[in-house]
């Protein structure tokens, strides 16, 4: 059943809700649910979903849950929450100003992190207006964090947090306007925000409530940080009232000046005796209030206006127009004996300086001062919703003067001293103050973390580019050039710098880097003097060379900076999501050149000597670039480019007519080595649906042909040619060879399962004279088929050998990129602050990073692209996350060598013949059993023991924790004296002198293993004891279900009620045995219950065993169901059996498929479920080996069932 959000949630006083906090839950749930409708388009508002909050009084912090808002975003809605500004007659409510403080009415109920924050708009909320609120008494007034962009923060009277009372990071459109500022270190902090837009606030911060008792700034304003940012926005911080007591009172950083990003004028900024504007650098690794990190101190509006000009209009100074003089409404009132405070008094606003300063921008618009997203009519109201005057208005948040203060409300920066009733000790803040705003740049160690159960790494400096900015090209001249002529050299006809290309004897290299070579096929040109010799003596002379990229060797070298601490990772941004697994695992090795001082990559396969083999480039989507076809009819084409449903590989392959205007394609040429043989592939089906004159087609003929060219490009006689059958059913991968050798396929031909290979056989040799070859496949004509039947034709491969490798697509200069380590600090800083300021309360071994769109940083607007899974978001990945996603599709799998290579030994040392080796490790206990998060730890004891039987001691090792689905495994510690000295998935170090090592095992939490789901839809069903059918259904785990005891699965369902999931009613019957795999075994209808299985053969009652079973023995094969006798015994006796049968139960060829009975679990019940189970994850300690590398040992650990009370602890008891 569909939900209605409602246009206008009210809160308070005898309304439907007591509590914002309670309307955002509601929301929350509506959302949830996944079936909602979002108000009607006709409301005045647009059908914004509004909290109203009507009346006075004081109301608790609230918080809006992460990620609420993007689905009202979606539709050009807004999530506003605000008073009630107008009675239902039209008359302004000027009498009542909703509080929000922490100190509101039951906030002896409320835990003190939740009312720390006046307004917490947390994070991924866009769209979000707070406006026409009082927010007061909180460690910090409105924050606003990670990708909540378009937020409007208008209209509201902050007051008195502590630390800071406007805080919004890492967002794009912060619209901060009207507002009201008052005390604490800070007034409002934008910090690495997009479109910064602040109008006509009134800041002032004279420390008298500030936590460190000392102010700190006014306004901190700082654009965008991008690690590339080519598109960088401007800030427009436009009549403001500043005014700051031993602080500076606007704090810019020098990047936005260089860069031409700030307009800032028509302001009064005003700090007597102090600093007006302070100018900051980008620097992380200093804190932010020291002297290094300063750059100059404005103590003089006229120094600083001579500093810059504004972005919009380098002929105007920066704050050319602005102040900066006292603006007499705001005055000290401790000569009433109360202690240091000061009131904001528009009573006498009328001798205010601030008044008529500022154009009346609503009534006019200027485009120097009002950016083409900004909309004017927001400031055309003050903060108590005065119609400001044209066509000057006041600098600050008030036009004029008011006598009911605001809106009934004094603002004081010291109101604890006005309220004698308030008892010093339920003050919450004074237990808190070290929660305040740092505002230096976190530093986070570098390494491996997971995150939504997918693992990454955090670099400390990521260094990253296309695949082809590291591509080097060496071309083997035949003649040497004269270096100190003029040599030119050309890519694609564009000349390139000479810093691009450099020549060693008579090689010559080029550096792609971004010269714009994109393709193997691209042609570079050096137009140079070469020397001769003739009667005369040395000469030079005019020489032309043209190559392609192909003619030469391409290398790929990581920069100088590369640190090998961290992993390499290259990405295929090609690969589509649909691509068999099985065509996609593609390998590659960083390896060190020691004669070139370089770090190379280097891939596994032989080099695909196609280009644009999987069709991912075109002309204009009509034919693929690079290859020769026969189109002559554009409008009836004969070769044509394909899409997804079609492809084997990648988004595109091509259709080639198979009816009777059959067409064909030819290959890009191919270099030829007289030395090696050469193998063609290609991938190729027809489509399903095909009809001739007859019916259906299912498979269809067609030709191949290998054609020779000389070196003057022209095609010799000598061909090789064939045909081959395709099927509508998949496709087939063919191969031939050529060579001048005899060829000798063998048994190590690599086949996908996803496409079966075929043989075409062994062609014969390269004819003599050619140079290079090509592929050519030719549709037959056939009149009887249907007009326009097309066979598919993908993923062609050309590689130097007598066999295929497994398929891969040549190397792509701009379709791969590569990530790698630029810093051996081993930090990182986090100075866009998108994973410091994310905080997870259950991490769970998990780092929390908010999985935001890709569209917010004008990434794809697909939904599976996010900073999570950057999928084709290459500039993503190249200047925006900090991190690299290691495994996917589109990963290829780097490769490293852990085997020790042994060496000479010292002459001081005497050599070992027979080095102590490691035989066994055991774990103790065997299978280590605890409870799916239950709040303490489990010992565990490793113990290795070398070919002697003697302790393998003081040796190293790892031992990490896995799950095979790559779900978090859960956390393995180590203690050194009783102190935790590591804490990991993975912990190292050397095994004490008895060769072990006892560590503690952490196991994550219940949440991320269970199953939450509707009863499942029966996908099939198999014959029941009863002379009926069971219908049988499937669910897929996240983690892998333990065999042992068929996985202890509950299901509740109904009522909080558990489903039964095996009988009480025992199944009996007569049973013949059958002989399988040298063992007489009898099959079961059902996996039986642990130890209810009893067996009478011959009257003889059988007893259970637990291994090999001897005479009158059995043992039970509980996952697959089957009773095991012992071998040899005849098959021709039925045996007499009885047990209690399971319903639900993993599948044994697939752990993380539960199998389930649904008519015995269920019955008529369709309802929600929840899944528990025992889970199975695995410990591996790998130690090292002297000659062999190292010993590994694997062990499981079962997660036991939350729900089951006969938990099992570990008999092991470690005090460490």
């Known amino acids: 059943m569909t939900q209605q959000l409602q246009n206008i949630y009210y809160v308070g006083e005898g309304q439907p809700y007591s509590s914002v906090n309670s309307v955002l839950s509601t929301i929350k749930s509506i959302i949830d649910s996944g079936d909602f409708s979002l108000p009607d388009d006709t409301h005045p508002d647009g059908g914004n979903v509004n909290i109203v909050i009507v009346g006075g009084g004081a109301h608790q912090p609230f918080r809006i849950p992460d990620s609420l808002t993007p689905p009202i975003a979606a539709e050009g809605k807004r999530l506003v929450i605000r008073r009630l500004e107008y009675q239902s007659n039209g008359q302004l409510e000027s009498s009542t100003l909703p509080i929000i403080t922490s100190t509101a009415p039951g906030a002896e109920d409320v835990p003190i992190e939740l009312k720390t924050i006046g307004v917490n708009i947390g994070n991924n909320n866009p769209n979000v207006t707070i406006r026409g609120l009082r927010i007061q008494d909180t460690v910090m007034g409105i924050i606003a964090g990670f990708g909540s962009n378009n937020l409007e923060i208008d209209r509201n009277f902050i007051t008195n947090a502590r630390n800071v009372q406007i805080y919004a990071h890492d967002l794009e459109g912060a619209y901060i306007t009207n507002n009201v500022v008052v005390g604490g270190e800070y007034g409002i902090v934008l910090k690495h925000c997009k479109k910064i837009r602040a109008y006509h606030n009134t800041v002032f911060v004279d420390g008298s409530t500030a936590l460190s008792e000392q102010a700190k700034a006014g306004v901190i304003i700082q654009g965008e940080r991008f690690f590339n940012n080519s598109s960088a926005s401007t800030t427009f911080f436009l009549g403001n009232l500043?005014?700051?007591?031993?602080?500076?009172?606007?704090?810019?950083?020098?990047?936005?000046?260089?860069?031409?990003?700030?307009?800032?004028?028509?302001?009064?900024?005003?700090?007597?005796?102090?600093?007006?504007?302070?100018?900051?650098?980008?620097?992380?690794?200093?804190?932010?209030?020291?002297?290094?990190?300063?750059?100059?101190?404005?103590?003089?509006?006229?120094?600083w206006m001579d500093y810059t000009h504004l972005a919009t209009d380098s002929d105007v100074a920066i704050d050319q127009h602005s102040i900066s003089v006292h603006p007499v409404f705001i005055f000290n009132i401790s000569n009433i004996g109360i202690g240091e405070s000061s009131i904001l008094d528009l009573t006498s606003i009328d001798n205010s300086p601030l008044l008529s300063k500022v154009p009346s921008w609503y009534a006019d618009p200027d485009t120097v001062y009002i950016p083409t997203d900004f909309d004017e009519l927001i400031i055309s109201r003050d903060s108590l919703l005065k119609l400001r005057e044209?066509?000057?208005?006041?600098?600050?948040?008030?036009?004029?003067?008011?006598?009911?203060?605001?809106?009934?409300?004094?603002?004081?920066?010291?109101p604890v001293l006005f309220d004698p009733e308030r008892s010093c000790d339920v003050d919450p803040l004074k237990v808190i103050a070290n929660q305040n705003v740092n505002m230096s740049y976190p530093m986070i160690n570098a390494g491996y973390f997971w995150s939504y159960e997918r693992p990454y790494y955090l670099y400390g400096k990521k260094w990253a580019a296309q695949l082809g900015f590291l591509a080097r090209t060496t071309f083997r001249l035949p003649g040497r050039i004269v270096k100190s002529s003029s040599v030119q050299v050309r890519v694609n006809g564009k000349l390139i710098d000479d810093e691009n290309w450099d020549i060693?004897?008579?090689?010559?290299?080029?550096?792609?880097?971004?010269?714009?070579?994109?393709?193997?096929?691209?042609?570079?040109?050096?137009?140079?003097?070469?020397?001769?010799?003739?009667?005369?003596?040395?000469?030079?002379?005019?020489?032309?060379?043209?190559?392609?990229?192909?003619?030469?060797?391409?290398?790929?070298?990581?920069?100088?900076?590369?640190?090998?601490?961290?992993?390499?990772?290259?990405?295929?941004?090609?690969?589509?999501?649909?691509?068999?697994?099985?065509?996609?695992?593609?390998?590659?090795?960083?390896?060190?050149?020691?004669?070139?001082?370089?770090?190379?990559?280097?891939?596994?396969?032989?080099?695909?000597?196609?280009?644009?083999?999987?069709?991912?480039?075109?002309?204009?989507?009509?034919?693929p670039k690079y290859w020769e076809t026969d189109v002559v009819d554009e409008n009836n084409p004969t070769v044509f480019m394909a899409g997804t449903p079609y492809a084997y590989y990648g988004d595109y392959c091509v259709a080639i007519k198979v009816d009777g205007n059959a067409g064909w394609i030819g290959s890009p040429k191919v270099n030829l080595n007289e030395k090696t043989c050469l193998t063609f592939s290609w991938h190729a089906r027809l489509p399903e649906g095909l009809t001739d004159d007859t019916g259906a087609v299912t498979s269809l003929d067609a030709n191949y042909k290998i054609k020779f060219y000389d070196h003057n490009k022209d095609e010799l006689l000598d061909s090789y040619s064939g045909s081959f059958t395709m099927y509508d059913s998949g496709y087939r991968r063919y191969f031939c060879t050529i060579g001048n050798d005899e060829i000798t396929p063998g048994d190590n031909i690599y086949e996908a399962e996803s496409a079966p290979l075929v043989n075409l056989g062994n062609l014969g040799t390269i004819p003599s004279g050619a140079v290079s070859a090509q592929l050519v496949i030719e549709a037959i004509q056939n009149t009887r088929m249907t007009d326009g039947s097309f066979m598919l034709l993908d993923a062609v491969q050309a590689e130097r050998d007598?066999?295929?490798?497994?398929?891969?697509?040549?190397?792509?200069?701009?379709?791969?990129?590569v990530e790698c380590e630029s810093s051996e600090d081993g930090y990182f800083v986090d100075k866009r602050l998108n994973i410091s300021s994310v905080f997870n309360e259950n991490p769970n071994g998990f780092l929390y990073i908010t999985d935001m769109p890709a569209s917010l940083w004008g990434g794809p607007t697909t939904y599976e692209t996010t900073t999570l899974h950057e999928y084709r978001w290459p500039i993503g990945r190249m200047t925006i996350l900090p991190w690299a996603r290691l495994h996917g599709k589109d990963k290829l799998h780097q490769r490293v060598y852990v085997e020790e290579e042994i060496g000479r030994p010292l002459d001081i040392i005497a050599p070992f013949n027979n080095p102590k080796l490691a035989t066994e490790v055991s774990m103790t206990p065997g299978v280590l059993h605890v409870p799916q998060y239950s709040g303490h730890v489990e010992g565990v004891n490793f113990r290795v023991i070398d070919q002697h039987g003697n302790p393998y001691s003081l040796r190293n090792f790892v031992v990490s924790a896995f799950e095979e689905n790559g779900q978090f495994p859960g956390w393995l510690s180590k203690r050194y004296f009783g102190a935790k000295e590591q804490l990991g998935t993975t912990v190292y170090g050397k095994l004490n002198s008895n060769g072990s090592i006892s560590l503690e095992y952490i196991p994550p939490s219940t949440e991320g293993i269970s199953v939450i789901t509707n009863v499942p839809v029966p996908q099939t069903t198999v014959p029941n004891t009863e002379d009926s059918v069971d219908s049988i259904s499937f669910v897929k785990t996240p983690y892998r279900v333990s065999l042992e005891n068929n996985g202890n699965i509950t299901i509740?369902?109904?009522?909080?009620?558990?489903?039964?999931?095996?009988?009480?009613?025992?199944?009996?019957?007569?049973?013949?045995?059958?002989?399988?795999?040298?063992?007489?075994?009898?099959?079961?209808?059902?996996?039986?219950?642990?130890?209810?299985?009893?067996?009478?053969?011959?009257?003889?009652?059988?007893?259970?065993?637990?291994?090999d079973p001897q005479a009158d023995e059995f043992f039970v094969d509980y996952p697959h169901g089957q009773l095991v006798l012992q071998q040899g015994l005849a098959v021709d006796v039925p045996v007499e059996v009885k047990y209690l049968p399971k319903y639900a139960y993993p599948d044994p060829d697939d752990p993380t498929t539960i199998i389930i009975h649904n008519n015995h679990v269920f019955g008529n019940y369709d309802g929600p479920i929840k899944i528990d189970y025992d889970a199975e994850v695995f410990l591996e300690i790998r130690v090292e080996q002297p000659l062999t590398g190292e010993l590994v040992g694997t062990f499981p650990v079962i997660l036991q069932n939350p729900q089951l009370s006969n938990v099992e602890n570990s008999s092991l008891a470690l005090e460490f």
Request: with cysteine; hydrophobic share 35%; proline share 6%.
């Open 242 to 303: 500043v005014y700051t007591i031993g602080a500076p009172a606007l704090i810019v950083y020098r990047e936005d000046i260089d860069q031409e990003r700030l307009v800032s004028d028509y302001n009064d900024l005003y700090s007597p005796d102090g600093v007006v504007v302070q100018v900051r650098q980008d620097n992380a690794q200093l804190p932010e209030d020291s002297d290094e990190i300063i750059q100059q101190n404005f103590t003089s509006l006229t120094d």
């Open 390 to 414: 044209t066509p000057f208005t006041a600098i600050g948040a008030n036009d004029g003067p008011s006598y009911n203060g605001f809106f009934g409300q004094d603002i004081f920066t010291s």
């Open 504 to 623: 060693i004897g008579n090689d010559f290299i080029v550096y792609h880097r971004s010269t714009g070579i994109a393709s193997y096929e691209d042609e570079v040109e050096i137009s140079c003097e070469v020397a001769g010799w003739n009667d005369q003596g040395f000469y030079h002379s005019p020489a032309t060379y043209i190559f392609k990229i192909k003619d030469g060797k391409t290398d790929f070298v990581l920069p100088d900076s590369y640190q090998s601490s961290g992993p390499v990772v290259i990405t295929d941004d090609r690969v589509s999501l649909l691509n068999p697994i099985d065509v996609v695992n593609r390998e590659f090795v960083v390896e060190y050149d020691e004669q070139r001082q370089e770090n190379v990559i280097k891939f596994d396969c032989k080099d695909n000597l196609i280009s644009n083999s999987i069709f991912n480039l075109s002309r204009t989507f009509k034919t």
């Open 802 to 817: 007598s066999r295929p490798s497994y398929f891969h697509p040549d190397l792509s200069f701009d379709g791969m990129t």
């Open 1052 to 1107: 509740i369902g109904e009522s909080g009620l558990f489903q039964p999931v095996h009988g009480t009613t025992p199944i009996s019957g007569e049973y013949i045995p059958e002989s399988v795999n040298n063992k007489t075994v009898v099959s079961l209808e059902y996996p039986p219950v642990f130890g209810s299985v009893e067996l009478i053969r011959n009257g003889v009652v059988f007893s259970e065993t637990q291994s």
